[in-house]
């Protein structure tokens, strides 16, 4: 017995091994770091070992987030469309950063991977991690939104691709506007006249948030983009031009001429965002500028204002102010690795299941899409449809600058607006201070 118990360890061992090796030989792709799901697991394919493997990894881990059955509906659509078996793992957004870092420095990434835009993904580019897209996009580029892809483009390049933007929008409570009088301000000069007549009338004309620091840092980087215009401050975040001119200033003097005025009320600096949305779905604030996520907010069944608020661009400032340019944009996307043994077939899923994201959660109201898409508008929230028609012309965009610019160099941003705000420092100090983030 023991003699045939060990003749069958042996050919088990050999079997094994005979697996493992074929296992390899079929894995089409970069290595997923030991993270991988199993070839049947998580999109359902047959694990065939005839189709070529894609490994693809992505945030939307969670059978309780919304996106993810979109998420998988699309890999599984593209499964089928090119022939291919994706092996798709999610991890939570925060252990993410670290594991895709990790990854791609040691060349052990997926072929297809979520990450974030600009400064994020500059890494990867510059260590000739990522494929150029360039000359595989055909005329998927036509079906983009115009400018969507800027915060994915390094030297000219195209390295990542969209599928939804965010947008920052200027919300308007059209109830108190009309109780009290006041035109939906277009200009600069009307934004005061409507702060000055809110205030009277005991109002909180601008909704703001400013104890979690970036609510306020919204205010800030939307006037910059209107003094000084997105090509301008995406070239000062990037270390290209100087925060330290007048442009940037003036940007800072409005922002202090706003709070003087009482435009964020008393005390903005104690509220924080999640009570400042709640006091503006009550109905005690008369504006809020901030992303779209604000439609869901506003349209809750606890919300006093359903149905009243609309959606308009921030108002314009002087002659470099573009009613086409918004703050906003990709701040994530897909990208390829360039180790890809297939970039071509690579190309043509990561170019699909992108297209298909935008239409399908911008179609199940759970974001704003990056292509050119068509719906049944009937099915659309009317106050997403409004950002979504507002911004299907815009040229340039401006991102988050804390996206940008990440790390502590965006805690020192946001942390110089409120001081900005509270009168603990000039708006020249401010442009030198800002400066001295690209000195580093």
Known sequence: ?????????????????????????????????????????????????????????????????????????????????????????????????????????????????????????????????????????????????????DNFTYNGKIYGLPYQMQVGALFCNTELFEKYGVKIPETYEELLTAVQTFKNNGVTPLICGAKDLWPAMWYYDVIALRTAGAQLCNDALSGKESFDRPEFIEAAKKLVELTKAGAFGPNAMSVSWDNAQVDFAQGKGAMLFNGNWVTGNVNAETSTVKGKIKAVRFPLIGDKSSKTEYFGGAGDGYMINSATKDPKLAADVLIFICEKLAHDMYEANTGLPGWKVEVDESKINPLTQEIAAMTKEGTAWNLWWDVFLEGAAADTHKNLVVELMAGQITPEDFAKEMQKLNQK
Not at 14 to 42: F, H, I, N, Q, R
Not at 57 to 81: F, Q, V
Not at 87 to 116: C, H, R, V
């Open 1 to 149: 017995m023991k003699r045939i118990s060990k003749k069958l360890l042996c050919l088990f061992a050999v079997l094994a091994l005979t697996v493992s090796v074929g296992g390899c030989k079929g894995s089409g792709g970069p290595s997923d770091g030991g993270e991988t799901t199993g070839p049947d697991e998580g999109t359902g394919g047959s694990g065939s070992t005839n189709k070529p493997v894609l490994k693809m990894w992505h945030i939307t881990p969670s059978d309780a987030e919304g996106n993810r059955t979109i998420l998988l509906n699309a890999i599984k659509a593209a499964e089928e469309k090119f022939n291919v078996k994706i092996e798709e793992t999610g991890t939570e957004n925060e252990q993410y950063k670290t594991k895709i870092k990790s990854a791609m420095a040691g060349n052990s990434g997926p072929d297809l991977f979520f990450t974030w835009a600009a400064g994020f993904s500059q890494p990867f580019v510059d260590g000739g991690k990522v494929l150029a897209l360039d000359e595989y996009l055909g005329d998927a580029k036509d079906r983009l939104l115009a400018g969507i892809t």
